[in-house]
């Protein structure tokens, strides 16, 4: 069982940036993919941004060349760096673990973007 926990939400203005961090109780190398997912009010949660255990990166086209996804292995933590951030990113924001077998969530962490 791994554990996630999100932090580094918040309130932010138009055009300002925030730094989600997820901390893993685990090894996150036994994952094949780690995610970042939002879900705002009234509407389905969505991917935001994802990391294959090959290094490679997946972004949804909304927040394309704003938001950057990494890990560090060695810590065990997922981060997403969010530039420019835009009303309609406001949402909660939750960290996904994921292998064949199995898959975790974060409790999620609030973002909100308003002047």
């Known amino acids: 069982q791994v554990q996630l926990v999100e932090s580094g939400g918040g309130l932010v203005r138009p055009g300002g940036s925030l730094r989600l961090s997820c901390a893993a109780s685990g090894d996150i190398s036994a994952f094949n993919i780690l995610g970042w997912y939002r879900q705002a009010p009234g509407k389905q949660r969505e991917m935001v941004a994802l990391l294959s255990n090959l290094g490679s990166t997946h972004y949804a086209d909304s927040v394309e060349d704003r938001f950057t996804i990494s890990a560090d292995k060695l810590a065990s933590t997922v981060s997403l760096q969010m530039n420019n951030l835009k009303p309609e990113d406001t949402a909660v924001y939750y960290c996904?673990?994921?292998?064949?077998?199995?898959?975790?969530w974060g409790q999620g962490t609030q973002v909100t973007v308003s002047s």
């Open positions: 996904n673990a994921w292998a064949p077998s199995s898959s975790y």
